[in-house]
């Protein structure tokens, strides 16, 4: 089992920045795809950017492409989610999430995810 514990969710005006954190812990052997969903108030989880751990591969919702980058430092088992240029729509909490790449070397938002934090908020006023 992998435990998952994010950070850096906070309160910021539009335009601004944050970096959440997640750091696995546990059995991550065959946890190779990671990465970051959220789920406002009155609406369903969604995907905001994973990625292969073994490698380069990336995806991220349409919504965060150019403003949203996920990167990772294995030597720390941590994966990081750089949030520029927030809007009030990115206000929600932020999950992070691990799961398998089934032997390929990319991994997608709309994969199977089994290990999830307990999440981080992140707070856009206009």
């Known amino acids: 089992q992998v435990q998952l514990v994010e950070s850096g969710g906070g309160s910021v005006q539009a335009g601004g920045s944050l970096r959440l954190s997640c750091v696995a812990s546990g059995y991550t052997g065959n946890r190779k795809c990671m990465g970051w969903f959220r789920q406002a108030p009155g609406k369903e989880r969604e995907g905001v950017a994973v990625l292969y751990t073994g490698g380069r591969s990336t995806d991220y919702a349409d919504s965060v492409k150019g403003r949203f980058t996920i990167s990772q430092d294995n030597a720390r088992h941590t994966v990081y989610l750089q949030m520029n240029s927030l809007k009030p729509e990115d206000t929600a909490m932020y999950y992070c999430?691990?799961?398998?790449?089934?032997?390929?070397?990319?991994?997608?938002?709309?994969?199977?995810?089994?290990?999830w934090g307990q999440g981080t908020q992140v707070t856009v006023a206009s």
């Open positions: 999430a691990a799961g398998q790449s089934y032997g390929t070397s990319w991994c997608q938002i709309s994969g199977e995810y089994v290990d």
